[in-house]
């Protein structure tokens, strides 16, 4: 199987990386359900729609710090020939008018300031000379029919704008609390086991081992944790299992509770590879091993008590493309988000790109502003064991199984890594 990897030709045998990730989706339930304080769930995702309480805004409000007229008494206000307005009222945010907006007059408005009936726009304190005490002078009557916000122009009362699924972002927090909600249900966040296998790596408490030259540090561990947290997951930390399908199963079984688990390394064809092993012992019931990609393709998914199961490569690129790719989307099914799959942008090739072809390939790549918009540089070295490779990306540029060349000028979809590109 492994003489074919290279040929340019797809391995009937492997999954694709779309039938892989469909695999893993079907095999994920959304968890219970909490409450949380709003304040308090950024992040998580609704596990009901939420209707407002309220009408919001709750009355005609001014858009504008200026002056609330009726359109037909400025008409044709120019700053050649303005229209001067005796004063009637004077409404600040937090107050409300006198009564409604007496024909020929105008009322003074703060931005957010609720406006009198009867007022037809506001005219910006740009356009008039900032009203006297008792009038003001209307210098263009562009505004005689604007800079009034409805009431319930946002949200009006019973109304559903987010339905269950919703990701909580800044910007629902705002919302939820507008509508008049101090805490919401959401998904709970997925507690996430983590377990590196090999006898050549080592933590912390042996780093003289690492200094020596003997023993090589469990950075895996380390960035899969930064990488669930990252996609609101908890980690839950196992260590490093023993080169033995025993020591691995016993690391597993000993594993607070957990809702999904990740191992690393130990898991291709070596005579030293014991999670597969390990994990057929528990009774893993399999979903798939091997996916037609690079890096990444010695790949493990099953389901272990009704907990979906990777079995990741052990080279860190190879983890981390991998986790972008099946893993993360996994952790947000279980949050019980509505969108699950990775989000793609369009950029163009800055230099020639090639693959053997035959498998899907994400090439790391950093990201600039070109004349024709984004385009793609490789990172550099682009073995899988090249972390830096990642560290410098921006994102990682997608070559389908059917293509060995990407010409420079030509388009790429790639997968952003980084939230906010310069």
């Not at 300031?113 to 005490?133: F, K, N, Q, S, Y």
């Amino acid at each position: 199987m492994d003489q074919h990897r290279d040929s340019g030709q797809p391995v009937p045998d492997w999954l694709s990386v779309e039938e892989a990730l469909d695999r893993v989706l079907a095999a994920c339930t959304p968890l219970p359900v909490s409450q949380l304080p709003v304040s308090d769930a950024v992040g998580r995702a609704l596990a009901a729609g939420v209707a407002s309480r309220v009408d919001h805004p709750p009355w005609d409000n001014s858009a504008m710090d200026g002056f609330a007229v009726r359109a037909v008494d400025v008409q044709g206000a120019t700053e050649r020939a303005p229209v001067r307005l005796p004063v009637s009222d004077d409404v600040s945010a937090g107050a409300f008018p006198r009564g409604p907006l007496a024909p020929g007059t105008a009322a003074r408005v703060m931005t957010g300031a609720p406006v009198p009936a009867g007022a037809t726009g506001v005219i910006r304190i740009e356009h008039t000379d900032g009203g006297l005490e008792d009038s003001v002078e209307i210098r263009a009557d562009s505004d005689a029919l604007r800079n009034i916000r409805e009431a319930g122009e946002d949200l009006k009362r019973g109304e559903t704008i987010l339905p269950a699924g919703t990701e909580i972002t800044p910007a629902v927090v705002g919302s939820l609390v507008a509508m008049g909600w101090p805490e919401v249900e959401v998904r709970e966040a997925p507690r996430v086991a983590v377990l590196s296998n090999g006898d050549e790596l080592a933590d912390f408490d042996d780093i003289d081992e690492v200094l020596a030259g003997r023993r090589i540090m469990n950075s895996n561990e380390y960035g899969l944790a930064a990488l669930i947290r990252a996609a609101g997951g908890v980690p839950v930390r196992l260590g490093i299992a023993a080169d033995s399908a025993e020591s691995v199963r016993r690391k597993i079984e000993a594993a607070p509770p957990f809702d999904a688990l990740i191992t690393s390394a130990g898991v291709s064809v070596g005579d030293h590879d014991h999670v597969k092993a390990a994990l057929d012992a528990l009774g893993l019931e399999h979903g798939f091993w091997r996916v037609r990609m690079r890096p990444g393709s010695p790949i493990t998914f099953g389901v272990l008590a009704e907990r979906p199961v990777f079995g990741l490569p052990g080279n860190p690129v190879s983890v981390m493309v991998t986790f972008y790719q099946f893993v993360r989307p996994a952790l947000r099914a279980l949050a019980g988000h509505d969108r699950l799959r990775p989000l793609t942008i369009r950029g163009r090739a800055a230099e020639e790109i090639t693959s053997p072809g035959g498998l899907t390939y994400f090439f790391r790549v950093r990201l600039e502003r070109g004349e024709q918009g984004l385009e793609a540089r490789l990172t550099g070295p682009q073995g899988s064991g090249i972390l830096r490779s990642m560290v410098a990306a921006d994102a990682l540029a997608i070559i389908p199984e059917n293509r060995t060349t990407i010409a420079a000028g030509e388009e790429l979809r790639m997968l952003p890594l980084r939230e906010w590109l310069e």
